[in-house]
């Protein structure tokens, strides 16, 4: 159970106890304040009866136990345990005893200081020994220190064996509580910047004929909330870290695909992501001049890792546009307009004469999702260049055109079955042919102006192809889209990029399926996922088993997924937004409707979202009707 409020985490197991053991602890910005936490009443453990999270970065543990001796077999004292991410704790004793009762409580504290990686990896120290501090304990290995506080103050506190005391007298039907707070010596509480009033997403909110819509909507906004950081440099501007516990930093592609995703909740997570980004660009001579630098991604067993950092490149100038389209303030897009620029010229430098872009550059093969997100970039990078009044438009529309001529021919692999998509090319030619869910990227082709989205790499047969077979049993588990054909060599279930089911690649296929018109696979993808967001507490993890959804089955956690994650956290607000089909087009004045005929969920609402910087609600009905209930001064519905 993690608790969320970057640079703040606390990670329990569900007993509630901090043992020490495994990931167990308070966290502050990837350092272990405290890694035990063992509470004793009576000289007893409560019996653990619940654990809930109530929230991204909090949860709540009630245990029980008998107390009185008089009191038979029924438990006559509650406690109950919240725990915050933000390093406090607190602990409530309830009596239900008919007579006063005297509780003697203890709670056994330690912490070695470890790096959240040490942890991870295994090799976290010993831990550090303690000594008494104002109404608390404090520890130090030279280095780091934390401290812990009570209130109110212990009546006895021991250094050597980690203890803290207290005695209670509770009344019949009353109750006691204590407040531990941990920090890193020195420092105040945790500031989430998710939780400050001027967080930069909307409060949406979700209902209809499907109870877990709210539920989801609810719970992705919090977790990507909570995995909201601020620039140190720029404290105005906020992007998300990639995930916790384990990527609770700054992934630039995953961070462009998260605040893309979050645009009905307003522009602000985007601007304060791009101008991040910008600041980071390559400048100067060479080859990566432009480019936003990113670190090496695994690519399964298929092919070599990819470059994450071509991805985000090719994210940046498409996030702006849409940007744009959504709402973001005109003189927000002229400042970040010449760092969409030189991506743009960075793309066309690496194409160079040849159609193809490489990934890694140079010499790697030519993957299918690289030459969707180029040729993504490539037109709205133009509508960008058009509308901001900048040349260059007409080129690399020019380049996305022959791009999309050669490849219907060059990527696509000719089968029994009806053909497929390659997977990637490799320099000498060779088609690499396997199915997997990054194809659904030939999918996401972007909105233009006028809310019509751009051409895509396949045509219209081929795209009907694809479409099938993403809805096949070989990629749709019943929990969501593999990330590799179950009947592919090298299919693993757990494989990260093997045969799991990535709840962005997921979200993705859900909105390029509705948006090509074919909304059976997209209704059936879509509640597949939903189920499986009610399995996991509507908290989506970055990933999970990939196994056949089957009647009376739950879909298995990955153990290396983040959870949240920021991508799975927007996916799930992509997923109940595309039921809608918002298209705006702020700097014409519109807003276009297309709704998920089928309405696969049923009657669904959409309220708190934003379009051109004002409030924006939908209803779509069981007929999959859609209508504006609340938009902006002057927004007109497009056609």
Request: net charge neutral; glycine share 12%.
């Amino acid at each position: 159970m993690v608790c969320v409020a970057l640079p703040g985490l606390a990670i329990s197991t569900e007993h509630g106890q901090l043992t020490g053991q495994g990931l167990d602890g308070f966290y502050r910005a990837g350092r272990r304040l405290l890694s035990r936490c063992q509470l004793r009443v009576a000289g007893r453990e409560p019996l653990p009866v619940q654990a809930r999270m109530t929230g991204a970065d909090r949860a709540r543990f009630v245990g029980t136990l008998r107390a009185s001796p008089l009191a038979g077999p029924d438990p006559d004292v509650v406690v109950e345990r919240t725990r915050h991410a933000n390093g406090t704790e607190r602990i409530t004793l309830h009596s239900a005893a008919p007579r006063p009762l005297r509780l003697p409580v203890e709670v056994a504290l330690g912490t070695d200081l470890a790096a959240m990686g040490a942890i991870a990896s295994g090799r976290a120290g010993p831990e550090v020994p303690a000594d008494v501090h104002d109404a608390g304990l404090r520890w130090s290995d030279g280095t780091q220190a934390s401290s812990i506080t009570a209130d109110p103050p212990p009546a006895d506190a021991l250094a050597s064996a980690g203890l803290l005391r207290w005695e209670f007298h509770l009344p019949p039907g009353s109750s006691m509580s204590v407040e531990l707070r941990v920090r890193p010596d020195g420092a105040g509480p945790v500031r989430a910047v998710g939780r400050t009033a001027t967080s930069p997403l909307a409060q949406a909110g979700a209902s209809g004929d499907d109870p877990g819509v709210q539920a989801l909507l609810r719970t992705s906004v919090e977790d990507l909330q909570a995995l909201l950081l601020r620039d140190p440099a720029h404290p105005a501007d906020v992007y998300p870290a990639a995930g916790a516990p384990w990527r609770c930093g700054l992934a630039p592609a995953e961070a462009l695909a998260a605040a893309r995703m979050a645009l009905p909740l307003g522009t602000r997570l985007a601007t304060g992501t791009l101008r991040a980004l910008a600041r980071g660009q390559l400048t100067g001579p060479g080859r990566q001049s432009g480019m936003i630098p990113g670190p090496r991604r695994d690519a399964g067993g298929h092919l070599p890792p990819g470059c994450t950092g071509t991805e985000a490149t090719l994210l940046f100038p498409a996030l702006l546009a849409e940007a744009r389209r959504w709402g973001m303030p005109e003189h927000e897009t002229e400042e970040l307009l010449p760092a969409a620029e030189r991506c743009l010229t960075w793309l066309r430098t690496a194409v160079g004469d040849g159609t193809y872009l490489c990934d890694p550059q140079p010499g790697g093969p030519a993957r299918c999702e690289t030459q969707a997100h180029a040729h993504r970039a490539a037109l709205l990078g133009a509508d960008l260049l058009d509308a901001c009044g900048m040349p260059r438009g007409a080129e690399l529309r020019e380049w996305a055109r022959a791009l999309r001529a050669a490849f219907r021919t060059d990527f696509w692999v000719d089968d029994l079955g009806g053909g497929r998509p390659a997977a990637a090319r490799a320099p000498d030619g060779r088609l690499v042919p396997h199915l997997g869910a990054t194809a659904v990227h030939l999918l996401d082709t972007g909105l233009l102006g006028g809310g019509e989205s751009a051409p895509g790499l396949l045509d219209r047969v081929q795209t009907e192809q694809l479409a099938r077979l993403l809805g096949s049993p070989a990629m749709d588990s019943g929990w969501g889209l593999r990330g590799l054909g179950a009947k592919e060599a090298g299919y693993n279930p757990f494989g990260h990029r093997g045969g799991a089911v990535r709840t962005q690649e997921t979200a993705i296929a859900v909105a390029g399926l509705a948006s090509a018109g074919f909304e059976e696979e997209a209704g059936s993808l879509l509640r597949g996922v939903l189920a499986a967001a009610g399995a996991f507490g509507h908290r989506l993890p970055e990933m999970y088993a990939g196994e056949q959804r089957t009647d009376g089955s739950t879909p298995l956690a990955h153990p290396a997924a983040c959870r949240p994650a920021a991508t799975a956290a927007a996916g799930g607000i992509m997923l109940l937004t595309t039921l809608a089909g918002i298209r705006p087009d702020t700097p014409a004045g519109t807003v276009t409707l297309r709704p998920v005929r089928s309405a696969p969920l049923g009657e669904i609402t959409l309220n708190g979202l934003r379009v051109a910087g004002a409030p924006f609600s939908v209803r779509v009905s069981r007929l999959g009707l859609a209508m504006v209930e609340e938009a902006a001064e002057g927004l007109q519905l497009g056609a």
